[in-house]
């Protein structure tokens, strides 16, 4: 990998890393996708709308004509959770990006409320269901983006927090805050992640399989299959990088 070369890394890419890296380089690094079924893809595009009616309502814009039933309750529902929230600045589908060595570290807000002592991330999660708290704790789009926006800002992370909306279904919302323990602990694991990543591109071949995570014959979803399958049959076993943009948790 030469040293010009930066790699974008969302919180998808690095949780898919994390559970098993050649199943990240046959989705990234390679390219190699099937196309999501139709129930997925109908629920993938909803999840999609709804956010961009959400941005286009925080711009000010007319929405009311663009609602059916079932868009219109969960808009309904976001405003519920959302409530009177004001802010000295607030900003829909922001951007921020974080370089890290040969990688520039991702992330995009659904919405962010910045005031003068206290930042707040919100995401819309339009599942039916909240997940696990722990699990959603430790998943890579909580911990990335507490960590990117503490690293990009001047605020301190006791006063960053991030709150999941889910607003498909009763609205219902799960709020986590963040301290510098966090954020320590955060910088220990994406450096030990993003050097393997670094070590395995350097010596990545065409013909060369990224190892296995020395538990992963145990806990990875995806072991068997890849060692069952050949070079040639990956098409049939890989998952499109679109459906886990947004990993369900």
Partial sequence: MTES????????????????????????????????????????????RFH???????????????????????????????????????????????????FLLTVIYDLLIAEDEKAIILDWKTYRQPTDPKRLANNWQTRLYLYVLAETTSYLPEQISMIYCFVNGTPQSQTFTYDRTLHQQTRQDLTFLLGNLQNNLQHHQKDTVFPHRTDCQSSCPYYQKLVASDRNSRQDELTNIAAIEEISI
């Fill in 5 to 48: 070369r930066l790699i974008r890394l969302s919180q998808a890419h690095l949780n898919l890393l994390e559970i098993c890296p050649p199943k990240f380089q046959q989705v990234y690094l390679e390219q190699l996708s099937l196309l999501p079924n139709t129930q997925t893809q109908a629920s993938l595009d909803w999840g999609k």
């Fill in 52 to 102: 961009l009616l959400m941005q286009q309502q925080e711009l000010g814009l007319p929405i009311s004509a663009l609602l059916d039933p079932t868009m219109e309750n969960a808009i309904a529902s976001a405003s519920e959770l959302l409530g009177n929230a004001g802010s000295s600045w607030r900003e829909a589908e922001h951007c921020r990006t974080l370089g890290w060595d040969n």
